[in-house]
């Protein structure tokens, strides 16, 4: 689960390079395009739709509920202040997002359980304590 998030960081910090300094270079806003195609399509297989069905295999439906608003909570505010960001900031955003995705891939690994073979009843269990 966690190689296309790896390569996704990859791909930010290619972004970053691509646009530390606003530039008319083309090649450098190709190569930032193909990038961002290849980032929409490594996450359309990986965390895009893992995360919301490891969500509803391991929450309850009130918890359920819970994630998905503040998924699109946080969805509104990166969206909102991301492109006066990028103004400001130019390539230095895609080195922060790199970095917060780099994070997730730790975190993912070390305390996200795998509920594969597992009933809906077991995975639901997972994160119990004892």
């Known amino acids: 689960m966690l190689i296309f998030p790896f390569l996704m960081v990859i791909l930010h910090m290619v972004i970053a390079g691509c646009l530390w300094v606003p530039t008319t270079d083309t090649a450098a806003n190709y190569t930032s395009l193909a990038c961002i195609v290849l980032f929409v399509t490594f996450f359309e297989?990986?965390?895009?739709?893992?995360?919301w069905l490891y969500n509803a295999e391991i929450l309850n439906e009130k918890s359920n509920s819970v994630a998905a608003i503040m998924n699109w909570v946080f969805v509104l505010i990166i969206s909102y202040f991301t492109p006066g960001l990028l103004e400001s900031?130019?390539?230095?955003l895609f080195l922060i997002f790199g970095s917060i995705l780099a994070f997730h891939c730790v975190f993912a690994f070390i305390f996200m359980k795998e509920t594969k073979g597992l009933t809906n009843a077991e995975a639901k269990t997972l994160y119990i304590t004892k």
């Open 89 to 92: 900031i130019h390539g230095k």
């Open 45 to 51: 297989f990986s965390m895009g739709p893992v995360l």
